[in-house]
């Protein structure tokens, strides 16, 4: 009966600060490149270790879960979750996905946030210009935020892509 309620309980907190969030994270950088390109917003890539790295779990709750980053958020960048968990399973082609983009933006330490603006070059290729990068930063979100809008000034919008047409 006590596991019960255990098992009950951190399913019940897991959805309350989900929704206490309010925040959609993406963990497929393919889908978060469509929306970012869509709402012409820059990707906020968020190098994690969710169940280990005690300085990813600090910045996540003194900024990432307050109203003030919320609200930012929502309005400036399209969210992707790039975590690497020791306990936790992921699925290869999602540990291959971060992998990869952990070497390409040389993330050598956790938590780092890379600011990036997606380009669809003409053979099809995407390039992910880097506009500037963060970490932990004492002193909450108005602290954060600040030098998050430091490094968005680099950031210019593209025209809107076309939607594709359905037949």
């Known amino acids: 009966m ?16 989900k929704a206490q ?4 994270w993406y963990s497929d950088i393919n889908q978060a490149i469509e929306v970012s390109r869509q709402e012409q917003k820059p990707l906020f890539l968020f ?4 169940d280990w790295c005690g300085w990813c779990v600090r910045l996540q709750n003194e900024v990432f879960k307050t109203p003030e980053f919320i609200s930012w958020a ?3 960048v399209v969210l992707v979750d790039l975590d690497f968990p020791r306990r936790t399973p ?4 999602l540990k291959s ?12 330490g956790f938590p780092t946030v890379w600011f990036v603006k997606p380009q669809i070059k003409e053979e099809g290729k995407i390039n992910l210009e880097q506009l500037g990068s963060s970490g ?10 600040k030098s998050a809008n430091e ?16 037949s």
């Open 47 to 50: 190098f994690t270790g969710s």
């Open 21 to 24: 969030e309010g925040l959609k």
């Open 97 to 108: 996905q971060n992998n990869q983009l952990q070497q390409m933006f040389k993330v050598q």
């Open 136 to 145: 932990y930063l004492a002193g909450g979100p108005t602290v954060w935020i």
């Open 2 to 17: 006590r596991k019960i309620l255990l098992i009950a309980l951190f399913f019940a907190a897991t959805i309350s600060v």
């Open 90 to 93: 992921q699925s290869d082609a």
């Open 74 to 76: 929502k309005e400036h």
């Open 151 to 166: 490094i968005l000034k680099n950031f210019v919008a593209d025209p809107k892509p076309a939607k594709a047409k359905k």
